[in-house]
């Protein structure tokens, strides 16, 4: 059994010393990570979904933290998006960008920019911010080595090829990580036939977290959480379910431009993931903590 002290192994990466925080510890054992009290279980690996735009917006303070849990034997998985940057790149070539009910329309031209743009530019971008900061990160597409195997949406006739994950390939992603390297998966998938297809990120995150038996992902943002104003001032809400936050869409406590940050970390929620973490990445250990179990952002449960 390996244990890992985190106010003594993180406290150079926090911002906060933890002053009158003895014996916090995350313990590793037969494959689990427990805290000590204040604490919850956790996976030694863990998955964490962010957008494409915000991973490149994070301080080099975030990806320092990345290299140190890996450093402390922690597995992050990486799984992001590119949204922005792949509306950008089809503006420049003069393609058509439309959304169907949230999804963007994806033909065999638009699908070519998406993998250029989702395995190619913002991946390696990611790796190499990485690898900067101290870290060792192997950039994956998903359809390499048949990572994310994928069939047609439902409504694939309005939306194009835009898929939904019918399996993944976990030996992969567990084989690169005892190369020692932190896998960053850009979600493209693949059918049986070779075709390939354009992957909601939050739902590719929530299946590969499922199939690695992870039952928390950490979802980073730019926001601190899911605001709800008390007595006139705006709170974070430590914890909601899925359906208090369609409550508070409906109510309009929820509005704007946060609406998709919380769907989208509501769509993680699927198969063993039972609780989806919303975090705002800019925080110093921000992750270390979430792993320590101190209360910080929003978590998400699952309807019961």
């Given at each position: 059994?390996?244990?890992?002290?985190?106010?003594?192994?993180?406290?150079?990466?926090?911002?906060?010393?933890?002053?009158?925080?003895?014996?916090?510890?995350?313990?590793?054992?037969?494959?689990?990570?427990?805290?000590?009290?204040?604490?919850?279980?956790?996976?030694?690996?863990?998955?964490?979904?962010?957008?494409?735009?915000?991973?490149?917006?994070?301080?080099?303070?975030f990806?320092?933290?990345?290299a140190g849990l890996q450093e402390d034997g922690i597995q992050p998985v990486i799984v992001h998006g590119?949204?922005?940057a792949i509306s950008e790149n089809l503006g420049k070539l003069g393609i058509e960008s439309r959304f169907v009910n949230g999804l963007r329309y994806t033909s065999e031209e638009v699908l070519d920019v998406v993998e250029m743009v989702l395995a190619g530019s913002i991946n390696k971008k990611i790796v190499r911010r990485i690898g900067q900061a101290g870290g060792k990160a192997v950039g994956l597409s998903g359809v390499d080595g048949g990572l994310i195997q994928a069939k047609p949406v439902v409504n694939a006739a309005e939306v194009g090829r835009v898929g939904d994950v019918t399996g993944v390939n976990a030996e992969l992603i567990e084989?690169?990580?005892?190369?020692?390297?932190?896998?960053?998966?850009?979600?493209?998938?693949?059918?049986?036939?070779?075709?390939?297809?354009?992957?909601?990120?939050?739902?590719?995150?929530?299946?590969?977290?499922?199939?690695?038996?992870?039952?928390?992902?950490?979802?980073?943002?730019?926001?601190?959480?899911?605001?709800?104003?008390?007595?006139?001032?705006?709170?974070?809400?430590?914890?909601?379910?899925?359906?208090q936050i369609e409550d508070m869409i409906l109510t309009g406590e929820i509005y704007g431009g946060m609406i998709p940050k919380v769907r989208a970390a509501v769509a993680c929620i699927s198969g063993k993931v039972n609780e989806v973490v919303i975090v705002d990445g800019s925080v110093p250990g921000?992750?270390?903590?979430?792993?320590?179990?101190?209360?910080?952002?929003?978590?998400?449960?699952?309807?019961q």
């Open positions: 059994m390996q244990e890992f002290d985190v106010a003594e192994r993180f406290s150079e990466r926090f911002s906060e010393r933890r002053e009158g925080r003895t014996g916090v510890r995350i313990v590793l054992e037969g494959g689990q990570l427990s805290a000590g009290a204040p604490g919850i279980a956790v996976k030694r690996t863990f998955v964490m979904k962010c957008g494409g735009s915000t991973l490149e917006e994070l301080p080099d303070s990806y320092k933290d990345l590119g949204g922005p084989g690169v990580q005892k190369l020692g390297y932190i896998p960053v998966i850009a979600p493209v998938g693949m059918d049986r036939e070779g075709q390939r297809y354009n992957i909601n990120a939050d739902t590719a995150a929530g299946a590969v977290a499922s199939v690695l038996g992870v039952q928390r992902m950490i979802v980073v943002t730019d926001v601190p959480g899911i605001m709800k104003t008390v007595n006139g001032e705006k709170r974070v809400l430590p914890t909601v379910t899925v359906q921000v992750l270390g903590k979430v792993l320590a179990g101190e209360a910080i952002g929003t978590k998400i449960l699952r309807m």
